[in-house]
């Protein structure tokens, strides 16, 4: 079975500094990992995905994550944060078996602090 | 490019009433996912369809829900009766096929009292 923790509810972080978002998997088979962006009232983003290729992802506004097969995880890193970036920050990995379905953990709360 | 669209945005019922959610997914996109996100938790799907028939609702309370999406298109999602459990924002996604990037939308926050 498929699941994906992320052992921090709250991530702070000071304004120009970088952060990191971690997240961690179990699959059967090679992962597909993705990473979504929640702001309140509304509804999750999609930030970026791991399918094959380079373990380091770039995404959408400066975030990258790094895919580390040997420590089944998959962590969000930008190099500098901005006040805008602080929201719920979901880690998801998809089911490959027939309905493809995305598994997600429960949540990061990221603060960057001005 | 339109986006995914739900209505209504917020509902507030009555526990053993009935309530129904309306999801419009981006135009082309032929596979469409209702989730359920409960409070401090992850997005869990209940529903997920191709085209107009159904690929996976093993998650989904068949006594009290059941969702349709007859064209193909348009989806709509009923509690019935709901129970205070049932207190969530039900998210509506779709995706052009069911293996890349889901595209969400705002989500129905429900309370139900």
């Known amino acids: 079975a498929q699941s994906v923790a992320q052992p921090e509810d709250q991530v702070n972080v000071a304004e120009g500094n970088p952060l990191t978002v971690k997240c961690t998997y179990s699959?059967?088979?090679?992962?597909?990992l993705f990473w979504y962006v929640q702001y309140p009232n509304r509804g999750l983003q999609f930030l970026l995905k791991y399918i094959t290729g380079d373990n380091l992802v770039k995404g959408s506004y400066g975030f990258e994550a790094e895919f580390n097969k040997s420590q089944t995880s998959f962590h969000l890193k930008k190099p500098s944060a901005l006040v805008s970036d602080s929201a719920l920050y979901f880690c998801a990995v998809r089911d490959q078996t027939g309905a493809n379905n995305l598994f997600f953990g429960t949540g990061t709360r990221l603060t960057v602090i001005p | 490019e339109a986006g995914v669209a739900q209505s209504p945005r917020y509902k507030i019922i009555e526990k053993r009433q009935s309530v129904a959610f309306w999801c419009n997914p981006i135009s082309g996109h032929a596979t469409l996912y209702w989730y359920q996100q409960i409070l401090g938790q992850g997005p869990k799907l209940l529903i997920q369809?191709?085209?107009?028939?159904?690929?996976?609702d093993s998650q989904l309370p068949k006594d009290r829900f059941s969702a349709e999406r007859l064209k193909g298109v348009d989806s709509t999602l009923k509690i019935q009766p709901a129970k205070l459990e049932d207190s969530a924002v039900y998210l509506c996604?779709?995706?052009?096929?069911?293996?890349?990037?889901?595209?969400f939308g705002p989500g129905t926050r429900l309370t139900v009292l």
């Open positions: 996604a779709s995706s052009p096929d069911g293996a890349g990037e889901q595209f």
């Open positions: 699959v059967s088979g090679n992962p597909y």
């Open positions: 369809f191709q085209n107009n028939g159904v690929v996976d």
